[in-house]
């Protein structure tokens, strides 16, 4: 275990000055809940910890895009937000389904450096990006989504649909989060690789995302709007299972981001 140090002792200090400013202005603004600051908070704490940009430089590239275009267009997602258990203002829950697996894999490089370690972490958040992205501009601007798995028309919002629009915009996410790792990242990165690697792993995680909507996430039949939605409480279960519900998902999502992102560094830095 480090010393207290005095250097330590600065950075501890400027980390928790960090995490609580965080967590105050997202709860201010109405972005994130009492509990999604806290645990935002600490993450963010985290990262500023970490002492270097290379690590905070995907996550709020993450976080600050994200946030905007969860609340431009909100009149005409408005509909297919009823299909949600939850609206856009993200609670402790939904912090971590999207940073958690980020979070390991910053621990894991510290535990065991190296930049494979690195490349994971930029894809966890790399899918997370991808995956909201094709939400949020999707459900906006896609149309009628279709069915990942069989092409079938399907709601606006429902789980496990796709639209070019929202194709596009997956790629478009995971490319901004693997820019931002790319300009900040030390040479000993190969950042062609890191880059092309990310955004590789972030459309994988946000597929696998669709693809788990589509068949075991939790549906529950709304006894007064005879629609389906992820809301528990609304009615009895028709499709999924009952504890994979969006959080689930979205954590999966990373959890495939950051190992495609391990994974395709490895091979293509060899390349």
């Known amino acids: 275990m480090p010393a207290f140090t005095d250097t330590l002792w600065v950075r501890v200090v400027v980390a928790l000055v960090a995490g609580g400013a965080f967590a105050a202005g997202t709860y201010r603004v109405r972005v994130l809940s009492r509990s999604g600051a806290v645990a935002g908070g600490g993450l963010a704490a985290s990262l500023v910890a970490a002492g270097t940009l290379t690590w905070i430089a995907p996550a709020v590239t993450f976080f600050v895009l994200s946030s905007a275009l969860s609340k431009v267009g909100r009149a005409a997602k408005a509909q297919a937000r009823t299909h949600e258990a939850k609206g856009d ?127 075991v996430q939790a549906r529950y039949r709304d006894r007064l709007t005879d629609t389906l939605t992820e809301c528990a409480d609304a009615g009895p279960l028709v499709q999924g299972w009952s504890w994979v519900n969006n959080e689930t998902v979205n954590a999966a999502c990373t959890l495939v981001g950051a190992i495609g992102g391990y994974i395709f560094y490895l091979l293509l830095a060899r390349l």
């Not at 190296?114 to 949020?136: F, L, N, Q, R, S």
């Not at 997956?170 to 990165?189: K, R």
């Open 89 to 215: 203002v993200r609670d402790a829950a939904q912090v971590l389904a999207n940073g958690g697996v980020a979070w390991g894999c910053l621990l894991l490089a510290f535990i065991a450096p190296g930049p494979a370690w690195y490349a994971a972490y930029v894809g966890a958040w790399a899918a997370a990006a991808a995956d909201t992205w094709a939400t949020e501009l999707g459900t906006w601007l896609g149309g009628t989504p279709r069915s990942v798995l069989t092409g079938a028309r399907l709601t606006p919002g429902a789980s496990g649909g796709v639209t070019g629009v929202g194709t596009r915009a997956s790629v478009a996410g995971a490319a901004s989060v693997g820019l931002a790792a790319w300009a900040t990242a030390p040479a000993s990165h190969e950042g062609g690789a890191l880059v092309a690697g990310v955004v590789l792993a972030g459309g994988l995680g946000a597929l696998a995302d669709s693809v788990l909507g589509a068949t």
